[in-house]
């Protein structure tokens, strides 16, 4: 270990579908990817077409240790694993981990059923990585390496997804990437998760204006993420997951609003790097 930096780099932070264009060359178009460095470790969390771009980096820098937890295998969260350039060298080892599947199917089943044919020309049993994949139940703490503490807790969102809390020398990073408030309520399982934290980052898909057009899609809004932020101690609220509409502007104007509400606040932008 030459370092104790807690270093997040956001690959990807726009939801459901990744877009391009002078709209969005700002805050980015590509859909969900988190990288956590916890020291010399690389934590990634989510596969959605950032993916590829954290993939080439870290394949230039040599990394050939990797983590990979799931949030959920909605499309924006997973399309970018069969272009993930660490799966076909053969020098690679990569640990693939997901908690939602609630026994439905293992981790391994899970990639399987979508890099296959029709879908996918190539199944992952043709990469040449060393891939290993496990499961744990929501509420479960992990220990992917000694010294990095990662609680988990189950989100209100359809077909189930987890959120993280990595606890890493002192410091704290909590990711929410999909959850449904209910209006009024601030969620015990996400205060529990960002409790006190130097920084989360939280789904806000939707505003407190367009909310209600939009219940049971399974996301929240930046307004909430500033409640969440308030009540919990929190240091700083990261929104991402932004919606393939938001253009810079939008996003810029919302950043705007929710610093005068929590001088924390700011909207996530692809390539991002935070110092924790
Ligand atoms: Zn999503
Ligand atoms: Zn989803």
């Known amino acids: ?24 060359r700002k805050f980015g178009g590509n859909t969900m990817c988190i990288e956590m460095r916890c020291g010399d470790h ?13 993939g080439a980096a870290l394949k230039d820098e040599g990394q050939k240790d ?23 060298c053969d020098k690679s080892r990569l640990k693939v981990w997901s908690g939602h599947l609630d026994g439905t199917m293992t981790t391994m089943q899970m990639i399987e059923s979508y890099m296959r044919r029709p879908f996918f020309p190539i199944g992952p049993d043709l990469c040449h990585a060393c891939i290993e994949t496990d499961e744990f139940q929501p509420g479960t703490v992990l220990t992917p390496h000694p010294g990095i503490t990662i609680r988990t807790a189950m989100l209100n969102h359809p077909g189930n997804a987890v959120g993280y809390r990595v ?5 704290v990073v ?33 505003t407190d204006e367009d909310f209600a057009a939009f219940k049971g899609f399974g996301h ?9 932020a308030q009540a919990s101690g929190a240091k700083s609220v ?13 996003l810029t104007a919302i950043e705007r609003r929710a610093k005068r509400l929590f001088p924390g606040a700011f909207c996530g932008r692809e390539m991002q790097v935070i110092d924790i």
């Open 66 to 88: 990797l983590t990979l937890f799931f949030t959920h295998c909605h499309y924006d969260h997973i399309a970018g694993l069969p272009f993930f350039p660490p799966l076909y």
């Open 174 to 206: 909590a990711l929410i990437t999909d959850t449904e408030h209910e209006p009024g309520t601030l969620d015990p399982a996400v205060l529990g998760l960002i409790a006190g934290a130097d920084l989360f980052l939280y789904d806000a898909t939707f």
């Open 167 to 171: 606890e890493w020398g002192g410091r």
């Open 1 to 24: 270990m030459t370092t104790d930096r807690f270093q997040i780099k956001l690959w990807g932070v726009r939801g459901s579908l990744p877009v391009s264009g002078p709209a969005f």
């Open 238 to 250: 990261g929104f991402i997951h932004h919606a393939k509409r938001r253009t810079d502007g939008q």
């Open 42 to 54: 690389v934590l990634l969390f989510d596969a959605g077409s950032g993916l590829l771009p954290a």
């Open 220 to 228: 929240s809004t930046w307004q909430q993420g500033v409640r969440l």
